[in-house]
């Protein structure tokens, strides 16, 4: 046989050569016949082609005389990648949380297995996703993240990002007037800073420094005292 290993799949090829009683040689066709069709078979014109895993032997019959090739062993080829199949721990999330991303592939033997693939995102305006499979909300938006590996690619669920609900990060007070005769009275305001960058007016719970000098209304009045 031209190949002695093969894969499922590939062919090799066997040819017969005839030894004659005077002592000439030459090549022949025989009939030809495999010790396994399970594992190979062999067409009239020596085609061997490898069915399954195993050993097989080709034999060439011709004119009452038989020849057996050498064994030749067929392997299963290794197995591709069929399909993935992308999780995603999270589906909802506010802006700046994070969730996280896996992919099961599954071969063409049947088997599966936890892979790392090549991530992307569908709009890294809404979400990033990192090598490892973290998934940063950015922007309120919707999402989807793709795995790809070894030429399959799989696609996780929608994941919805909103805006989370802004804090107050700072808070700033401004004073009508800043001289006051006693018994008389100013007013005090206060406008808040959110998380977000926005800003509005708010009412605050009021204290004085020094209730004995001026007091101060859940209003905002400032009465001058002493």
Do not use: H, K, M, R
């Amino acid at each position: 046989a031209s190949s002695t290993s093969l894969t499922v799949g590939a062919t090799t090829s066997v040819s017969a050569t005839a030894t004659y009683s005077d002592g000439t040689t030459a090549t022949v066709t025989p009939s030809w016949s495999s010790s396994n069709t399970g594992v190979a078979t062999v067409s009239s014109s020596g085609t061997v082609t490898a069915v399954a895993a195993g050993t097989v032997t080709i034999t060439g019959t011709y004119e009452g005389q038989s020849g057996t090739s050498p064994t030749i062993t067929v392997s299963a080829p290794a197995p591709t990648v069929s399909s993935l199949s992308v999780s995603v721990s999270a589906t909802s999330l506010d802006v700046d949380e994070t969730t996280t991303v896996s992919a099961t592939a599954t071969y063409s033997d049947g088997t599966t297995a936890t892979v790392t693939p090549s991530w992307s995102s569908s709009n890294t305006g809404v979400a990033t996703v990192s090598s490892s499979g973290t998934v940063t909300a950015v922007a309120a938006g919707t999402v989807t993240i793709t795995g790809t590996y070894e030429g399959q690619s799989g696609t996780s669920s929608t994941i919805t990002v909103t805006a989370g609900i802004p804090t107050v990060s700072s808070v700033s007070v401004s004073v009508s007037e800043t001289s006051l005769d006693v018994d008389e009275t100013t007013t005090v305001s206060a406008a808040a800073t959110y998380s977000d960058g926005t800003t509005a007016t708010v009412t605050p719970s009021w204290t004085s420094s020094n209730p004995g000098v001026v007091t101060v209304s859940s209003s905002g009045t400032v009465t001058a005292v002493a």
